[in-house]
């Protein structure tokens, strides 16, 4: 009688005899499925870009001329003081009071007024980048201390600068990389006249 019993575990052996493949199944796809997304996930991780994106400037004027380029070691003549020198700055010939933007985010370190360069700003940025506004009209918008955006009014270009008296409106920027001038039209989409 007893060998005729249908037992607990008779019934279990028959059931999986019947279904267990479509466990194996489930458990051979939940598996699959986890190698795939580790394999397909884990190199971007790896290779995740840092701070790699090149550094782009926001144009300091709109609607501006070259006026003059950047020369280190070839000099350049300068009209006002009738003399030939190096030109370590970008000069963008604007209407008077054309607004200047700073280019990237960052920290004015400096408000300054001397006679020849006129009233400049000076922004500290990161990626030890400076940037100098001059000539502009005195009247800045922006202090020692202030944060800036990239894009913010700093101030208005103007003819400030008296070793570039002859150039009328406009601004005098230069790039300082860990202080020393570079063509800013390394970070510019810019062309000399
Ligand atoms: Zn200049």
């Known amino acids: 009688m007893n060998n005729n019993r249908i037992t607990a575990k008779d019934k279990l052996v028959a059931f999986l005899k019947k279904y267990g493949y479509i466990f194996a199944l489930a458990i051979l796809t939940i598996v699959m499925t986890?190698?795939?997304s580790v394999s397909v996930t884990k190199p971007q991780d790896i290779n995740e870009p840092v701070d790699n994106e090149p550094v782009s400037f926001y144009m300091p004027v709109v609607n501006a001329t070259i006026e003059k380029g950047f020369s280190d070691?070839?000099?350049?003549?300068?009209?006002?003081l009738n003399q030939w020198e190096a030109h370590k700055?970008?000069?963008f010939k604007v209407a008077d009071?054309?607004?200047?933007y700073a280019v990237l985010d960052?920290?004015?370190?400096d408000v300054q007024t001397n006679y020849l360069k006129g009233?400049?700003?000076?922004?500290?940025?990161?990626?030890?980048i400076k940037t100098v506004y001059s000539s502009l009209a005195e009247d800045v918008s922006v202090k020692k201390g202030d944060t800036v955006k990239r894009g913010a009014l700093i101030g208005?270009?103007?003819?400030?600068?008296?070793?570039?008296?002859?150039?009328?409106?406009?601004?005098?920027?230069?790039?300082?990389?860990?202080?020393?001038?570079?063509?800013?039209?390394?970070?510019?989409?810019i062309e000399e006249k």
């Open 119 to 128: 009233t400049t700003v000076i922004i500290e940025h990161s990626n030890n």
């Open 89 to 91: 700055a970008v000069d």
């Open 156 to 189: 208005k270009a103007s003819n400030t600068a008296n070793s570039e008296l002859k150039t009328g409106a406009h601004l005098h920027f230069e790039v300082l990389e860990n202080d020393v001038a570079v063509d800013p039209a390394n970070y510019l989409n």
């Open 106 to 109: 960052g920290k004015v370190i």
């Open 73 to 80: 070691t070839e000099l350049k003549f300068n009209e006002t």
């Open 34 to 36: 986890i190698i795939i």
């Open 97 to 100: 009071k054309t607004e200047v």
